[in-house]
């Protein structure tokens, strides 16, 4: 299955504490409880610095998308500055969370995965003009152009639009200009040890 999203299929939500808005790209539910999710895929504005939602269970990846940056201060240890553009900072949701803004606003982009039931994880594609890669393979991937257009299996995107696949074995990617491309991967967990 593949199917395209694009900003009219996004939705707008306010943060679960109510410090702010996101922009939710994509819920996959869970079968055995549609009220909560295996996956959520988003893009945060963080106008000011205050304390991060708590997600129990829930594995966040977060990535600087625009912005000077931010410090995270998680569960009272010393503070992670993420001040890079494009690089994906893995963390527990259900830690206290407090973010320090580096030089007003960012924007950052945010996976968070059930950790019940799934792994999840965030690369970074960069594609030079012309280029064409394969990428990981997975049960469920995501992909996001950031910057640019590339396209799959025939398929364009431009920046804002994504690519949901589920099962899509082999995955090659192409850009003709040039693109940067967030890539998730979501692998189901055994239920049995």
């Excluded at 055995?32 to 996956?39: E, N, T, V, Y």
């Excluded at 639009?161 to 082999?170: D, F, K, T």
Aim: glycine share 10%.
């Amino acid at each position: 299955m593949m199917r395209r999203l694009g900003p009219a299929d996004y939705r707008d939500m306010p943060w679960k504490n109510g410090g702010g808005v996101t922009r939710e790209l994509l819920k996959l539910p869970q079968s055995s409880d549609p009220a909560r999710f295996l996956a959520r895929l988003s893009i945060a504005t963080v106008g000011e610095s205050g304390p991060f939602s708590l997600f129990h269970g829930i594995e966040r990846t977060i990535m600087l998308l625009d912005g000077a940056g931010m410090a995270l201060a998680i569960g009272g240890a010393r503070e992670v500055v993420l001040d890079r553009r494009y690089q994906p900072f893995v963390f527990p949701g259900e830690a206290e969370t407090h973010c320090r803004l580096l030089g007003g606003p960012v924007r950052d982009f945010n996976l968070m995965v059930d950790r019940a039931l799934a792994e999840g994880s965030l690369e970074v594609v960069h594609l030079a003009p012309g280029e064409t890669r394969t990428l990981a393979s997975a049960a469920t991937v995501l992909l996001y152009v950031l910057e640019g257009r590339a396209s799959v299996a025939g398929t364009p995107l431009a920046v804002e639009e994504a690519l949901w696949l589920e099962e899509p074995g082999a995955l090659a990617v192409r850009s003709d200009e040039g693109a940067f491309l967030a890539a998730i991967y979501l692998r189901p967990r055994s239920l049995t040890s």
